[in-house]
């Protein structure tokens, strides 16, 4: 059984940044690893996804503003968000998929930006 415990979320103002974690507990091996956001009244989406072997994709719209990054050694990924936008803000959960392609999701992070 995999936990995801995410963290880093909160209110930001338009422009700023925010950088999320979300920590795998367990004892199997992760392969992918990323996060998804939904926004109020619309259905969940990628956001960014990283491989075991550091591969990462993202959604069109945070290209260049976000970064994904995780640490294999502690399970852990790690979503660094600049430039936030008003339209950015949505519920953020944290994704894994261990080696049996079982699906992980996290309890989810709120994100507000706003002035």
């Known amino acids: 059984q995999v936990q995801l415990v995410e963290s880093g979320g909160g209110l930001v103002q338009p422009g700023g940044s925010l950088r999320l974690s979300c920590a795998a507990s367990?004892?199997?091996?992760?392969?992918?690893m990323g996060w998804y956001r939904q926004a109020p009244g619309k259905e969940r989406e990628l956001v960014a996804i990283?491989?075991?072997?550091?591969?990462?994709n993202y959604a069109d719209s945070v290209k260049g503003r976000f970064t994904i990054s995780r640490d294999n050694a502690k399970n852990t990924v790690y979503l660094q968000m600049n430039s936030l936008k008003p339209e950015d803000t949505a519920v953020y959960y944290c994704?894994?998929?261990?080696?049996?392609?079982?699906?992980?999701w996290g309890q989810g992070t709120q994100v507000t930006v706003s002035s």
């Open positions: 990283i491989s075991s072997g550091s591969s990462t």
């Open positions: 994704y894994a998929r261990d080696g049996t392609y079982v699906n992980y």
């Open positions: 367990g004892t199997i091996i992760i392969n992918r």
